[in-house]
């Protein structure tokens, strides 16, 4: 048993590997599945729970590597031109101003991400991370805790959130998830704001926990050195800052629990939440949209809700056909059998940061969903079928007289029995095939083929 985890709720979850609960083997106070034989590992405390066990934090380690030898040569390179005689005197002074915040940087990186988590910097192997994906997210971490522009910032996507959340739902007697929680401030800010049983902060990125938890849970501050690579009239460029929790309460931080988990894959149970927050998230989690909806379906309870809020800036290499439009998405959500409460779209400004002149403004998508109270999906006839688009909603029972004499056919009719979803099919045939086969595409194929035309017929 891990003494000092920080752990959330038993209740709310699972193994993120085969799915078992707390009664089926999974076992969080220890970090481990008895059922699937995987072993997890916490950071600072920090449950650190991924379908590929440890070899996640492995990623990680080899990842932390070349991130603070790039940081190295950076200062060691920066003080060798220090050296230079033709340096006119302001540039001397900058320069020797860069060093000395990179330097406070570096060594806080060091002590919060090396020095009191037990984390190994390796060389980069084939499993490393782009090194931005540590270093590339400090502007949030100043946005969050420090800039004064920031809290404004941070106060209207509380505004956003809070015109959209129910009052029913605003009476503590809830969980609450929220989805990309990063570096932890809004998501806070809602806690305070709602007092619910438990939030449940999840994010992928250690780092951007790690400081979250430093800050809220254990109430300290740390300072990082801000430096702005372009030249701007006005502004220096170069800031030492303090970081810290505004408004640190030590009881309500109790209730508030940081995971690191990948959403593709969360150890976040059936019907477990109330309230569910997607801050800046949907369009950048890694995933499709309809996966990413059809798992909060899942994971909200009957009668619980879905607060969005973010643009849709998706990444590369997100093909084309899957960067779907706000009424794609809405019509997602209906076919889910979720309903569509209220929306709003804002052009609002990002990251601005003191030392800077440059705006930038993104177009926010605001919108609530409810899950039904009932929890019973009342499917109704579209073209495409709605459960070949939204795979998590039951196949309707289908009656063939005849079927191709083929295994995978087979397996895949005996199991659609007006409860089970072309998910859980898949789910059902995927270890005959290899990992890199889409089995959720497979079952698909088979049906629209084999068996979904003859029912027609």
């Known amino acids: 048993m891990y003494k000092d985890l920080i752990s959330p709720p038993d209740l709310l979850m699972c193994c993120p590997a085969c799915k078992a609960s707390v009664y089926e083997g999974f076992e969080l106070g220890n970090l481990q599945c008895s059922r699937c034989n995987t072993d997890f590992f916490s950071i600072d405390n920090i449950p650190c729970l991924f379908a590929n066990g440890k070899q996640q934090k492995h990623a990680w380690e080899s990842t932390l590597g070349p991130m603070f030898d790039q940081w190295r040569t950076t200062i060691e390179q920066n003080t060798q031109d220090l050296k230079?005689?033709?340096?006119?005197?302001a540039l001397r002074g900058r320069l020797a101003t860069m060093i000395q915040l990179d330097k406070t940087t570096y060594n806080?990186?060091?002590?919060?991400?090396?020095?009191?988590?037990?984390?190994?910097?390796?060389?980069?192997?084939?499993n490393s991370l782009d090194s931005e994906f540590f270093s590339g997210y400090q502007s949030l971490l100043f946005r969050d805790w420090c800039w004064e522009e920031g809290r404004q910032e941070n106060n209207d996507a509380l505004q956003r959130l809070l015109a959209n959340i129910e009052?029913?739902?605003?009476?503590?007697?809830?969980?609450?998830?929220?989805?990309?929680?990063?570096?932890?401030?809004?998501?806070?800010d809602l806690h305070c704001t709602l007092k619910p049983q438990a939030t449940v902060a999840l994010d992928y990125n250690p780092i951007l926990s790690i400081f979250a938890k430093r800050l809220i849970r254990d109430g300290e501050s740390v300072r990082l050195g801000d430096?702005?690579?372009?030249?701007?009239?006005?502004?220096?460029?170069?800031?030492?800052?303090?970081?810290k929790c505004s408004n640190p309460d030590k009881d309500l931080a109790k209730s508030w629990y940081p995971l690191a988990a990948d959403v593709t894959s969360a150890?976040?149970?059936?019907?477990?939440?109330?309230?569910i927050i997607s801050p800046w998230f949907v369009d950048v989690c890694g995933q499709e949209m309809r996966d990413t909806i059809a798992q909060i379906d899942t994971w909200l309870k009957p009668g619980g809700q879905w607060v969005n809020s973010g643009?849709?800036?998706?990444?590369?290499?997100?093909?084309?056909?899957?960067?779907?439009?706000?009424?794609?998405?809405?019509?997602?959500?209906?076919?889910?059998?979720?309903?569509?409460?209220?929306?709003?779209?804002?052009?609002?400004?990002?990251?601005?940061?003191?030392?800077?002149?440059?705006?930038?403004?993104?177009?926010?998508?605001?919108?609530?969903?409810?899950?039904?109270?009932?929890?019973?999906?009342?499917?109704?006839?579209?073209?495409?079928?709605?459960?070949?688009?939204?795979?998590?909603?039951?196949?309707?029972?289908?009656?063939?007289?005849?079927?191709?004499?083929?295994?995978?056919?087979?397996?895949?009719?005996?199991?659609?029995n007006g409860k089970n979803s072309i998910n859980?099919?898949?789910?059902?045939?995927?270890?005959?095939?290899?990992?890199?086969?889409?089995?959720?595409?497979?079952?698909?194929?088979?049906?629209?083929?084999?068996?979904?035309?003859?029912?027609?017929?």
Request: aromatic share 10%; hydrophobic share 35%; charged share 25%.
């Open 84 to 89: 230079r005689r033709d340096l006119i005197s």
């Open 108 to 126: 806080t990186f060091q002590d919060l991400i090396v020095n009191k988590t037990g984390l190994t910097m390796r060389p980069a192997d084939q």
């Open 167 to 188: 009052e029913p739902l605003n009476n503590g007697e809830i969980n609450v998830l929220i989805l990309g929680s990063g570096a932890g401030r809004l998501g806070w």
């Open 227 to 243: 430096t702005r690579p372009y030249p701007q009239s006005g502004q220096i460029g170069l800031q030492d800052y303090e970081l």
């Open 267 to 275: 150890p976040l149970n059936k019907n477990s939440f109330d309230l």
């Open 311 to 416: 643009p849709l800036l998706y990444m590369d290499p997100m093909p084309y056909v899957l960067r779907y439009t706000f009424e794609e998405i809405k019509e997602f959500i209906a076919l889910s059998g979720m309903e569509f409460q209220d929306e709003r779209h804002d052009l609002v400004t990002y990251l601005k940061a003191p030392n800077d002149n440059r705006i930038t403004q993104e177009e926010v998508w605001t919108f609530s969903v409810r899950k039904p109270k009932d929890n019973q999906y009342k499917g109704e006839h579209h073209e495409p079928p709605d459960w070949m688009v939204m795979t998590h909603i039951p196949v309707p029972e289908i009656k063939l007289e005849e079927l191709p004499d083929h295994p995978i056919i087979i397996e895949t009719y005996k199991n659609i």
């Open 424 to 457: 859980y099919i898949a789910s059902v045939i995927e270890d005959t095939f290899s990992p890199e086969c889409d089995c959720v595409e497979l079952v698909i194929g088979l049906i629209d083929e084999y068996i979904f035309p003859r029912e027609k017929n």
